[in-house]
């Protein structure tokens, strides 16, 4: 046989050995998403960041109760950038999920991820942040204009008058808003009867402890006014505020959120006043058996219905817990949030 013709009988016999390779890769990829649908219910974990200590423990404990409970589990993060996450969320969706569990980037922005989501089948769970502006399956979270509440309480038990400072979350996550919401439902009553003046009140780009400590320090040296009393959104909000504060820090009450260790050393300290801490495994577990129960086909029982301006969402809202120094033992400790040795040494 000529040599072109033996050229041509090998590329011949090398794409079919090509399309047979791709015939059974696609099968293999077909049986493999087949297993996951049928065997076994696969969760999607899409996250906003991982960069604040917090959702580290939501991450790991969502993952071992899904786990536990035999289900399949992929988490993604954003990095806190909302195109990213919508990215994630289709990557997830083209992986075969059977619902999704997303703590939205931005409450706005995530609208886009959970019609994706929804348009392929697919219940779309919020997590502890609430999706504004779109139909929405289900929310879980915890009562967070009681957060705010408890936050202004902590000040106020140490101080009533005065200067008051309010620094609040991101600007674009609904929980900001109403953290302040709650925080301002304590509060105004003081400032209308002129007990209060409210000095500051700013919300903060990202929850950033950076971004507080400067607009903080910005105030500080543009006013001649001393602060009596500040209740911040978050611990890292707490502690951006007491690096502005300097040696201040210590002589004026101020609060936060997430019972974040370093908070709870400075509540030790007394530099910070107290915090509110959410009992994430708590949260975590709610969700992640919502999951199951929506992928199961069970009959789902919520305890509330949260508005997201679009709807009245189904919604499970779980209670936060003030912390101070005097029962950082009973709530942080014995709840296993940290152990003793981490808390004290």
């Not at 040599?3 to 047979?20: D, E, M, N, R, Y």
């Not at 996951?36 to 939501?58: C, M, Q």
């Not at 003030?322 to 709840?335: D, L, M």
Request: net charge negative.
């Amino acid at each position: 046989m000529k040599p072109l013709k033996w050229f041509t009988v090998l590329i011949f016999l090398f794409l079919i050995a090509c399309s047979a390779n791709d015939s059974n890769n696609d099968k293999s990829m077909e049986e493999m998403k087949l297993q996951t649908d049928e065997e076994k219910v696969y969760v999607g974990f899409a996250i906003d960041t991982l960069k604040e200590d917090r959702w580290y423990r939501d991450k790991e404990f969502v993952e071992k109760k899904v786990t536990e409970l035999g289900g399949n589990i992929k988490t993604l993060a954003a990095n806190g950038n909302q195109d990213v996450q919508i990215e994630q969320v289709k990557l997830l969706i083209n992986e075969g999920i059977d619902v999704l569990i997303i703590v939205p980037s931005n409450s706005e922005a995530a609208s886009k991820a959970t019609k994706l989501a929804q348009e392929s089948g697919v219940k779309v769970i919020a997590y502890d942040k609430l999706i504004l502006g779109t139909p929405l399956d289900y929310y879980v979270s915890f009562d967070n204009e009681k957060v705010g509440e408890i936050q202004a309480q902590i000040v106020l038990d140490q101080i009533d008058e005065g200067n008051f400072a309010y620094i609040g979350g991101s600007e674009t996550d609904n929980n900001a808003h109403l953290v302040r919401d709650g925080a301002m439902s304590i509060l105004q009553p003081l400032i209308d009867s002129g007990k209060i003046n409210l000095v500051y009140d700013e919300f903060t780009k990202d929850w950033s402890k950076d971004i507080a400590e400067e607009n903080i320090n910005k105030f500080l040296s543009s006013n001649t006014v001393t602060i009596d009393g500040i209740v911040t959104a978050y611990d890292g909000l707490a502690e951006g505020a007491l690096a502005a504060l300097g040696e201040q820090a210590g002589h004026i009450p101020i609060s936060g959120q997430d019972a974040e260790l370093n908070a709870i050393k400075r509540i030790i300290d007394g530099t910070q006043t107290g915090t509110v801490y959410k009992p994430i495994e708590a949260l975590a577990n709610q969700a992640s058996i919502l999951a199951m129960d929506i992928a199961s086909g069970k009959d789902i029982s919520t305890n509330a219905t949260v508005n997201n301006g679009n709807m009245d969402v189904p919604t499970i809202l779980l209670e936060p817990v003030q912390v101070t120094k005097e029962n950082i033992n009973e709530t942080i400790i014995e709840s296993g949030h940290y152990t003793e040795e981490e808390v004290y040494n």
